[in-house]
């Protein structure tokens, strides 16, 4: 078995992890967010519109429901007639990419980003995530940095996704 690192958390440095954008942009980025996007009172179909403002790639006809959590737009790729259910997080802080007519359902994590185990200042070891098109992430799945879900994938209400997803069953 394996031993863990000895951690020192003091030590950490966030070597390899570019935001991006300068931080006046990340800070008038998490305003907007936090007082407008997330909010329910704002059309789902208007959430796209911020997001390219900011620097997201969305396609048409995406509808993005609300307190979907964008951690850095500049680095989300969203193709033609996607959903994005109710209260998702997209904690990109490397790219995610979706292909056309995928849903990412209510509450489902996408997340790149994750810390060395073996580094004892537990720097980043953050991964891009490559959704393809006609993918399912059902409600409260979570997929992990690195992974590539190819099409017509399907990750299961409550699961973890991790590595590469082809479609298991082929359509009828």
């Not at 998702?88 to 996408?110: M, V, Y």
Request: glycine share 10%.
């Amino acid at each position: 078995m394996e031993q863990a690192a000895r951690r020192d958390l003091s030590g950490f440095t966030g070597a390899g992890y570019d935001k991006g954008r300068p931080v006046i942009v990340q800070v008038l980025w998490f305003c907007v967010s936090n007082l407008v996007f997330m909010k329910w009172w704002l059309p789902a179909r208007v959430r796209p519109a911020i997001l390219r403002a900011f620097g997201a790639q969305i396609g048409r006809g995406v509808l993005i429901r609300h307190r979907v959590r964008v951690h850095w737009p500049w680095k989300l790729a969203v193709g033609d007639n996607c959903w994005i259910g109710e209260g998702a997080w997209l904690l990109n802080l490397e790219s995610i990419t979706i292909g056309t007519d995928t849903c990412i359902s209510q509450e489902a994590l996408i997340c790149t980003g994750s810390h060395d185990r073996r580094s004892p200042t537990f720097e980043f070891d953050n991964r891009p995530i490559m959704i393809d098109q006609g993918v399912w992430v059902a409600a409260r799945a979570i997929v992990l940095r690195g992974t590539h879900l190819h099409a017509g994938a399907i990750v299961s209400a409550g699961s973890v996704a991790r590595g590469e997803f082809v479609l298991a069953d082929p359509p009828r």
